[in-house]
């Protein structure tokens, strides 16, 4: 049975990435920042739930020492949980940098002891086109016409993320991904995306393909994407 850890994933593409994931068999930890949604949302699909927010070490190392206690590895780790803030000042980078980026890295170095211990570990991150410097200067492509300054950073370093991650744990698959526009809370204010189930799939065939695959890489539903 494979272990997997998600982070953000009491709603929206975590929640449906988990549901898809418990039908193919895997022991779901579903990770909330609040224990009640958590708890409330890992019921309902028939998951684990662990408190879990990325913005705080310690939150970050009890849910770890939780998964090492009961299964004692973690085979997939998704990081979903993310910010999409359209102001543009201080307090709003420091919360998308500490969401989108260094929230990978506390989840990532706590779980690392964990997944080691798999046979085949696998680390997801969503990130996005709008953190790709191809897409965003294409005129071709919607993400240049779309002024995220702070959402577009924070996942560039997301990708960039994955990609010294495979470098430095070349034991480990890693793979950044653009899940597609998705109708969630987070684009709620656009109007724009479709079902979460459509994304969530993106993220299931990432998360379960042939872990021999490439390592380091931003992809989409079609394949792997310039960045």
């Excluded at 310690?58 to 020492?65: E, N, T």
């Amino acid at each position: 049975m494979t272990v997997t850890l998600i982070t953000g994933a009491n709603k929206g593409i975590g929640y449906e990435t988990a549901r898809q994931l418990l039908e193919r068999g895997h022991e779901v930890y579903l990770g909330a920042r609040d224990v009640e949604r958590g708890e409330k949302a890992a019921a309902e699909l028939g998951a684990r739930s662990v408190q879990l927010d990325v913005t705080d070490d310690a939150s970050v190392g009890r849910a770890l020492a939780t998964i090492e206690a009961a299964e004692g590895r973690l085979d997939l780790l998704v990081h979903n949980a993310g910010v999409l803030e359209t102001g543009l000042d201080g307090p709003a980078a420091l919360r998308s940098f500490d969401v989108n980026a260094v929230g990978i890295v506390r989840v990532t170095e706590a779980a690392l002891p964990l997944l080691r211990r798999s046979a085949a570990p696998r680390v997801v991150t969503i990130s996005s086109s709008m953190g790709s410097f191809w897409a965003v200067t294409n005129p071709d492509r919607p993400e240049s016409a779309m002024p995220l300054a702070l959402y577009a950073a924070s996942k560039a370093a997301a990708t960039m993320l994955t990609l010294q991650y495979a470098k430095a744990h070349p034991g480990i698959t890693f793979t950044a991904l653009e899940p597609g526009t998705t109708a969630t809370d987070m684009t709620a204010a656009f109007g724009i995306g479709r079902p979460v189930a459509d994304s969530a799939r993106v993220v299931v065939r990432l998360a379960t393909q042939d872990p021999a695959g490439p390592s380091g890489t931003l992809q989409d539903e079609a394949g792997l994407l310039p960045w």
